[in-house]
């Protein structure tokens, strides 16, 4: 698990270094339930330096730092920052081959505080809707996990905003579907 203080001080050297990212991932949940560890990565929408073409930049970041540099599945760069104690897998994504994230997701992302420093997420509604758009098995049991808080009154979720966020894909019946099954709606 990534506690907050760990993500805050990855993200704080991504952003001192000229990165610009939005927070796409599980810690979208995490940090909207208040736990005090923010998942097990850190997923991030890359505006620049572009994952694809900029690698370099991100071995040279690595390399300074003392981290690993690897791929996601995707083949995008993932690092595994070191702070402190831990160890902190961020993966960077971007619009490429079945990897889609609605631009209308990060242009309404919100500001929030971690630790005191101030990051770009993505809506709760728009991540489930991600999640459901992606339907691999992973994705279904964390939709599933998701509903249980939603039943346990720990997660709100506004319906409408998530309908919305759904809209935005050409597949909704089908993502309909998965967050019915999820009991999600």
């Not at 889609?100 to 993505?122: A, K, L, N």
């Given at each position: 698990?990534?506690?907050?203080?760990?993500?805050?001080?990855?993200?704080?050297?991504?952003?001192?270094?000229?990165?610009?990212?939005?927070?796409?991932?599980?810690?979208?949940?995490?940090?909207?339930?208040?736990?005090?560890?923010?998942?097990?990565?850190?997923?991030?929408?890359?505006?620049?330096?572009?994952?694809?073409?900029?690698?370099?930049?991100?071995?040279?970041?690595?390399?300074?730092?003392?981290?690993?540099?690897?791929?996601?599945?995707?083949?995008?760069?993932?690092?595994?920052?070191?702070?402190?104690?831990e160890e902190v897998p961020v993966e960077f994504y971007e619009n490429i081959h079945d990897f889609?994230?609605?631009?209308?997701?990060?242009?309404?992302?919100?500001?929030?505080?971690?630790?005191?420093?101030?990051?770009?997420?993505?809506q709760l509604e728009d991540h489930i809707a991600l999640k459901a758009s992606s339907g691999r098995?992973?994705?279904?049991?964390?939709?599933?996990?998701?509903?249980?808080?939603?039943?346990?009154?720990?997660?709100?979720?506004?319906?409408?905003?998530?309908?919305?966020?759904?809209?935005?894909?050409?597949?909704?019946?089908?993502?309909?579907?998965?967050?019915?099954?999820?009991?999600?709606?």
């Open positions: 698990m990534v506690s907050r203080r760990a993500f805050a001080e990855t993200l704080r050297i991504l952003l001192d270094r000229g990165f610009r990212f939005t927070v796409i991932g599980g810690s979208v949940i995490e940090y909207t339930i208040g736990s005090k560890d923010l998942g097990d990565d850190i997923d991030l929408f890359v505006e620049s330096p572009s994952a694809v073409f900029e690698e370099s930049y991100y071995r040279i970041v690595a390399e300074e730092n003392g981290w690993a540099l690897g791929y996601t599945w995707l083949g995008t760069p993932r690092i595994i920052a070191r702070i402190g104690d889609y994230i609605p631009p209308t997701f990060i242009e309404r992302s919100v500001r929030v505080d971690v630790e005191g420093i101030r990051v770009r997420m993505i098995g992973i994705d279904m049991e964390r939709l599933k996990e998701i509903g249980r808080l939603i039943k346990r009154g720990k997660l709100v979720v506004n319906r409408e905003k998530l309908l919305e966020a759904v809209s935005e894909f050409e597949d909704r019946e089908v993502i309909i579907r998965r967050l019915k099954e999820t009991s999600i709606i």
